[in-house]
């Protein structure tokens, strides 16, 4: 039996990666409310992203110049709003660990807070 060589069309399967309609993030927040509380973010900021636009409005005296920072060193394009909500919400994440950090050294018994307790 010989080979057939002939061109074949394409079946009408879809694609494996095709994007989720639009209102799949608007449904998702209805139906994943715990998601802000457990840390997962349902923007659509990368990890290292959010890194770079933190760093950049952390350090900048306006969030306007940040987003201008983040868009020259990263080549995306982040408005001034979102720079300030993205590095508002890292600080009170910190400040969030800080304050648990301090209210578990302070309920430490006196002898082992004399301890230091990064060896």
């Known amino acids: 039996m ?6 074949s069309r394409p079946l009408g399967a879809p694609p494996p990666g095709t994007n989720l309609p639009p209102l799949a993030a608007p449904v998702a927040r209805l139906f994943f409310p715990l998601s802000a509380s457990r840390g997962l973010a349902l923007d659509s900021t990368s990890p290292a992203l959010l890194k770079q636009i933190v760093s950049a409005g952390s350090n ?35 400040q969030e660990e800080r304050d648990a950090a301090t209210d578990a050294w302070r309920a430490r018994p006196l002898a082992p807070r004399e301890e230091s307790s990064t060896r």
Not at 76 to 92: C, H, I, N, P, Y
């Open 2 to 7: 010989t080979p057939n060589r002939a061109v």
């Open 60 to 94: 900048n005296p306006a969030v306007h110049r940040a987003a201008e920072d983040v868009r020259v060193l990263a080549e995306v394009s982040v408005d001034a709003k979102q720079v300030e909500r993205l590095t508002q919400r890292s600080g009170r994440q910190r």
